[in-house]
C-alpha cells in the first residue's frame, strides 16, 4: 500500500481523472519466476494486463469507424446544402438583375429561401446535423459559387451517383463493417488458466 499510495501521489500533477490508474504487478519476463513468489497473482496480473490492451485496441478501431461514419454524415450534409444554395440560386437570377446581389441575398437570407429546411425535408438528415447558417456565410465568402456543379453531374449512366455510395457507405457498408468487427473480435473471458482467445 505504501508503494501505490507514493506511486500515485507522484504520478497525481500528471493525470487528469478523479479515479487512480490501474496499476498491473508482475515480472514480465520470460524466464522462470523464483520459488516462493506470488506465481499465481503474477500471472493474473499479466493476463488482465494483455486483456486490458486487447480491449483498448478493440475500442479504439470501434471509435474509429464511428468517426469516419460521423465525418460522411457531416461530409452528406455539407454537399446537400451547397448543391441547395446553387439551385436555389439558378431558379432566383435572371438576366435583368444583378446576380452577385441575388446570390448575396439568398446566402445572407437562407431562412427565407428556405434552405436548411428544404435539406431536411427532401432528404434523411436530421436538424442536430446542420451548422449555423453564419457558417455558409463565411464559407461562400472565401468560395465562388461558380466553383461547384450540381450533384446530378457527378452521376452516371455505369457508376451511378456519388452521393448514393456515400449514402450506402452510411446507412450500409459502415454499420456492417462495425457488425463484423465487433463478432470477429469479441472480448477475452479469462477464468483460471484457461483463457478464450480473440478471433483472428
Known sequence: MRVYGALFWSLAPLINVTEPPRVYTGSYWSKPLKPNTNHDLFKE??????????????????????????????????????????STFNR???????????????VNNAEKYHIFHSVIAQTNVSKYDLPSPDAYRDFFAINDLHSFQPLSSHCS???GCKLEKLNKAISQDLPALL??????????????????????
Open 179 to 200: 457488425e463484423q468487427f465487433k463478432e470477429s473480435h469479441m472480448p477475452n473471458t479469462c477464468s483460471g488458466d484457461t483463457c478464450n482467445k480473440p478471433k483472428p
Open 45 to 86: 496480473e499479466e493476463i488482465s494486463l494483455l486483456h486490458d490492451l486487447y480491449e483498448t485496441i478493440r475500442n479504439r478501431i470501434i471509435n474509429k469507424i464511428a468517426f469516419i461514419r460521423h465525418r460522411a454524415i457531416l461530409v452528406r450534409v455539407h454537399v446537400l446544402l451547397v448543391d441547395k444554395y446553387l
Open 157 to 159: 449512366y455505369f457508376q
Open 92 to 106: 432566383h437570377r435572371s438576366y435583368f438583375s444583378d446576380q452577385t446581389e441575388t446570390f448575396r441575398d439568398i
